[in-house]
């Protein structure tokens, strides 16, 4: 149960700043959190709210990415290196189904896979980041929770 919830919560954290690094670099911020919502073919006609929603969206994928990691690591003995290891492979499940093949699907591109150089650079180093944090933050919190257990 432990890891199910430090994977949940490493998710929502890791999600949550990929969040802020949308704020600093965008040119305005919060406009990538429509995008979170184009992944699922969805549109929200007020801007301001459209923003609220994905990132809402966002905290939930995350979420829901953490507890998949969380889940993959009961029982096991857990390692730095196999940590950030497994949460490189989630950022780029999270790259590949979220932002290419979704992304594809939503978007009604002629091609099954619709991706150049730039969407690349835009998305593959974020989702990936994304990996490595989850992976360092469940690492982080396994201190944590294991020094507050009774033994």
Known sequence: MHTLRRGFL???LASLVLALLDFVTD??????FPGVLRWFGLTVADPTLSRWVGLLLLLVLGGAFGLLFGALQRGKLMTTGRALLTGLAHGVLWWLLLEVVLASITNHTPAPINLNFANFLSSFPLAVLFGILLGAIFMQWQGYYGSRQRS
Do not use: M, W
Not at 27 to 32: F, I, K, L, S
């Open 10 to 12: 490493a998710g929502v």
């Open 27 to 32: 040119g305005a911020p919060g406009n990538g």
